[in-house]
């Protein structure tokens, strides 16, 4: 059989699988759709080197502007995130910013397999990293209330997305996200509460426990506190998170595509950052809402490289010619 004639579908499980689609997006030339414009024209993608020093720079600011404008900033944050928690904790410190008029709100929380959402103090906590290498690293005086910190639980979990909604006026200044391996953000996978063909419903879902993907609990098998160590009989089984409403209330959005561990090389995000930016908008990639609203997309250079090297000498081609 010649290879030009066998031919492979996408697995049956996933849930986006429109080969023609995939095939083209694998051969987009990152370089060549930097500055084009997106469905809202007020989305932008930017090739950077480092997203986190991004990250970092952008949170710094915010939250200096509060202080300077004595203004309530309303944030989701993502986390575990430690190496930014501790930089901009320290730049705060060192510059002496208040961090008084923030109110922080989380993308996810781990949750067991009753939908008990694990608290602060628990080794499986996403939200200790923040109180640990943030709150903690303040200098006191610099510190937001501790009420503005604002937890997921599993009693606040079915309403967490009106707590944003009040908080911020209608919705939070600005999510901070970066795409799984699903295409999710936060916890949003294409499952449970969040399956439905139409991207108008989907933008209406708020925040509740889900169960994740079996590729999205092999992708936190990948964190730190996991080990890096692909333990995934150690990912606790479901996911307390925001929902796509929250999102689309945001005012601005920064997307961060960096993913990597204690210094491995980020590749595994460049299929799913091709489906985010440059698939269809559809609840079956979750991320590709990101496209509706104001925001940007920071990609590492690792990740904005050709997907596919091209093809390899055949190896048994000596051998039978």
């Not at 059989?1 to 030339?29: G, Q, V």
């Not at 309530?72 to 995130?81: A, N, V």
């Not at 690293?137 to 009040?166: C, F, G, V, W």
């Not at 993913?259 to 299929?271: E, I, S, V």
Request: aromatic share 10%; glycine share 4%; proline share 6%.
């Amino acid at each position: 059989m010649s290879s030009k004639c066998f031919i492979t579908s996408p697995a049956s499980w996933l849930p986006y699988r429109d080969a023609k689609i995939l095939s083209k997006i694998r051969d987009i030339h990152y370089i060549d759709r930097e500055g084009s414009t997106f469905e809202n024209p007020d989305f932008t993608m930017k090739i950077v080197n480092d997203a986190t020093n991004y990250f970092a720079a952008d949170l710094f600011h915010r939250i200096r502007m509060s202080d300077v404008n004595d203004k309530k900033l309303t944030i989701i944050l993502p986390s575990p995130e430690n190496a930014v928690y501790i930089s901009v904790a320290d730049i705060l410190n060192m510059n002496h910013v208040s961090a008084r008029n923030v109110h922080v709100f989380f993308l996810s929380e781990y949750a067991n397999e009753n939908g008990e959402v694990a608290p602060v103090d628990s080794r499986y906590s996403r939200t200790a990293d923040f109180m640990r290498y943030f709150y903690e690293r303040l200098e006191p005086s610099l510190r937001m209330p501790e009420d503005h910190i604002h937890l997921i639980t599993t009693k606040n979990i079915s309403y967490y997305s009106d707590l944003i909604d009040d908080c911020g006026n209608g919705g939070a200044d600005v999510t901070y996200t970066s795409v799984g391996w699903t295409c999710r953000i936060a916890g949003i996978d294409p499952v449970d509460c969040y399956r439905t063909d139409s991207t108008e419903e989907f933008l209406t879902f708020g925040s509740a426990v889900v169960t994740p993907t079996e590729e999205s609990i092999a992708e936190d098998s990948l964190h730190g506190m996991f080990g890096c160590s692909g333990d995934i009989a150690n990912v606790p089984p479901r996911i307390a998170t925001i929902g796509p409403r929250d999102i689309a209330h945001a005012r601005d959005h920064v997307e961060l595509q960096f993913k990597t561990h204690y210094g491995a090389p980020a590749l595994w995000q460049r299929m799913s950052s091709r489906q985010m930016l440059f698939a269809p908008v559809t609840p079956a990639i979750p991320a590709s809402i990101l496209r509706l609203f104001k925001g940007i997309a920071y990609v590492n250079t690792e990740i904005a490289v050709d997907l596919l090297y091209p093809d390899d000498t055949n190896p048994l081609q000596e051998h039978f010619h």
